[in-house]
């Protein structure tokens, strides 16, 4: 397969007043694209050379050792990237329906209660990481993040909803205020998208 830089569902400033255009833009074409071109590059001419991320990061015992660190970060980071775009919508927010809503009741108590273990997921990761929803090992809906660009795909988890909490992504309009841009990031939140990646998940 090729690896391409994805072209977004949404202008770069339909998410303001939540999520600013210059961070963005920055975000996507500089960021983004820098993993993107740095992962080509550490895959280029090896077996795993064409093969979708996503089942690279998910068998991180095949790769090569030479190259395992440069394709799990940077691989990482073009694949949660890829991720967090669509986790995104000028028309999110609100809360989550159906199944899904049906599943973090019964696994957290309530949305709120779900939402505020996420926050605090997203809040605590020191440094530079993701906060992440998704299902574990065994299937069970979990809340939890990991460091820098590492995939929950590389410990048998199914993302579901990423929140990225790098400086990169906030902090033009936020400085040091993570919290305040974790809150600003429910209101943006592309429930269909999660939903549909639950029902195929399951």
């Known amino acids: ?13 339909a998410l303001e007043p939540h999520i600013d255009e210059q961070t963005m833009k920055i975000h996507h074409q500089k960021h983004h694209n820098a993993y993107l ?6 895959v280029k001419g090896t077996v795993l050379d064409g093969k979708p991320v996503e089942e690279i990061l998910s068998n991180p015992d095949t790769i090569p050792a030479e190259i395992k660190t440069a394709v799990i970060n940077n691989g990482g980071g073009y694949a949660n990237h890829n991720m967090f775009w669509k986790m995104m ?16 009741k019964r696994v957290f108590g309530s949305f709120d209660a779900m939402k505020e273990l996420f926050n605090k997921a997203a809040v605590t990761r ?9 299902l574990d090992e065994q299937g069970k809906l979990h809340v939890g993040s990991t460091a820098n660009q590492d995939s929950p795909l590389s410990k048998g988890h199914i993302p579901l909803l990423c929140l990225d909490v ?3 992504s906030y902090y033009l ?4 205020k993570r919290p305040d841009y974790i809150e600003a990031f429910w209101n943006v939140v592309n429930w269909k998208e999660v939903e549909k990646r639950f029902e195929e998940a399951k």
């Open 1 to 13: 397969m090729k690896y391409e830089l994805p072209t977004l569902d949404y202008e770069y400033n």
């Open 37 to 42: 071109e740095k992962f080509k590059a550490a």
């Open 89 to 104: 919508s000028p028309d999110g927010g609100g809360e989550p329906s159906g199944k899904l809503a049906e599943e973090i």
């Open 126 to 134: 020191f440094g530079s990481g993701w906060a992440w929803l998704g």
């Open 166 to 168: 790098w400086e990169h």
């Open 173 to 176: 309009k936020y400085q040091n």
